[in-house]
Nanobody, 121 residues
């Protein structure tokens, strides 16, 4: 399956912005719906946002709606997450994931290694 690598995480103050990127290694990226997830220490991994293969449809978790924007550039095999108005509770390791072509709901079969986002108060 597609291999994914995230980058762009770092330390930012509350209210600041950060853009995460996720690159796919091969052509399968173009045909996959993609998503961002995050996981804080001691907590379950949670859904952040998803985008259709073409980039025409987007969906966000309520916790980030209005602050985060998911996008993609299929010519570059790259997924993005623009994060604005960051809050300390956004602190987590962020993962990109590719949705399986199986058609099963919530079936993500490829994951990146994660990139740390830390938001200071």
């Amino acid at each position: 399956q597609v291999q994914l690598v995230e980058w762009g995480g770092g330390l930012v103050q509350a209210g600041g912005s950060l853009r995460l990127s996720c690159a796919g290694s091969g052509r399968p990226f173009t045909y996959r719906a993609m998503a961002w997830f995050r996981q804080a220490p001691g907590k379950e991994r949670e859904f952040v946002a998803t985008i259709s293969a073409s980039g025409g449809s987007r969906f966000y978790a309520d916790s980030v709606l209005g602050r985060f924007t998911i996008s993609r550039d299929n010519t570059k095999n790259t997924l993005y997450l623009q994060m604005n108005s960051l809050k300390p509770e956004d602190t987590a390791v962020y993962y990109c994931a590719a949705k399986s072509l199986s058609g099963r709901a919530n079936d993500y079969d490829s994951w990146g290694q994660g990139t740390q986002v830390t938001v200071s108060s």
